[in-house]
């Protein structure tokens, strides 16, 4: 297999997920890295931290993509001595660039919301919650349905399922036998979709990073008329569908151009939380 340029990966990957997606605050793109220097070899992550910086050298990688960004809110040092700066040096030492697509990918059809959905059973067509302006097949979250009407603790257990192992799986808000079908999802943190009509209107809103005083206060307000079932899964997993898709849209884009290249989706599991407690008394 002959290599080809990070250029023109870089290029296939912004076929499907434009930077110009990304919000103003965001730090999408090329993190290191030559433009010129050959790839065979993507591995494709959550999270750019040293264990998947450790599995891209041990299998030969040539590039990661990752969807959260290294250095979002900026820097004034890549010193060896700081976890970034030592993820930086191990990187350009072993020549293997880092490409982020964030929020550009959120908002991307198919992007991170929709391999989520799927991964937790919906089926036919999905909506964004907050469609773009510019286009309103792309934008934040998804809503669609599932193939036939269950129980949210039906449902639950099927999206448990569905997603990546983590060490405290779902926390779930509403009855458990009430019966679900509309279902709306946003990757990653949520509870600002909160007050979406979308979100309204469906039974149930699967996302992650829920906090207590929003959470709390839209089911109060939704006790009166409704409203969908809360279930915050963790961060990481809620991400991490979108990771083979990703692969996959990469692959065969440049396939079809007659460029072949190896990718691999990392299983190593970055989400922060490593157990659970509860008192037995």
Not at 126 to 155: A, H, N
Not at 209 to 230: I, K, N, T, V
Not at 239 to 259: D, H, R
Request: net charge negative.
């Amino acid at each position: 297999m002959s290599p080809t340029a990070l250029s023109a990966i870089i290029a296939e990957l912004e076929s499907s997920y434009d930077p110009a997606w990304a919000e103003p605050w965001d730090a999408v793109g090329l993190v290191c890295g030559d433009p010129a220097q050959p790839v065979r070899k993507i591995l494709f992550a959550v999270d750019p931290v040293a264990a998947v910086g450790g599995e891209a050298v041990a299998w030969g990688a040539d590039l990661i993509v990752t969807h959260h960004p290294l250095y979002l809110r900026g820097t004034t040092t890549v010193a060896a001595g700081t976890a970034k700066g030592a993820l930086v040096h191990t990187l350009i030492k072993n020549d293997i660039a880092l490409y982020t697509a964030h929020t550009n990918a959120d908002v991307a059809d198919p992007g991170v919301s929709d391999a989520l959905a799927r991964a937790v059973g919906l089926a036919g067509p999905l909506r964004p919650l907050q469609p773009s302006p510019d286009d309103p097949r792309r934008g934040l979250g998804r809503v669609g349905e599932l193939e036939s009407p269950m129980t949210l603790r039906d449902f639950t257990r099927q999206a448990v399922r569905g997603l990546p192992r983590t060490t405290w799986g779902l926390r779930v808000a509403g009855e458990p036998t009430r019966v679900v079908r509309t279902v709306a999802v946003s990757g990653g943190a949520g509870d600002s979709l909160l007050g979406l009509g979308a979100v309204r209107a469906a039974d149930v809103f699967l996302t992650a990073d829920l906090r207590h005083h929003p959470s709390a206060e839209f089911l109060q307000s939704g006790a009166f008329g409704g409203g969908p079932a809360l279930v915050d899964a963790a961060h990481w997993a809620t991400e991490w569908p979108w990771l083979p898709q990703a692969a996959e849209l990469l692959a065969s884009g440049l396939a079809a151009k007659g460029i072949n290249v190896e990718t691999r989706v990392s299983r190593t599991v970055t989400d922060p939380w490593t157990t659970t407690a509860q008192c037995e008394d």
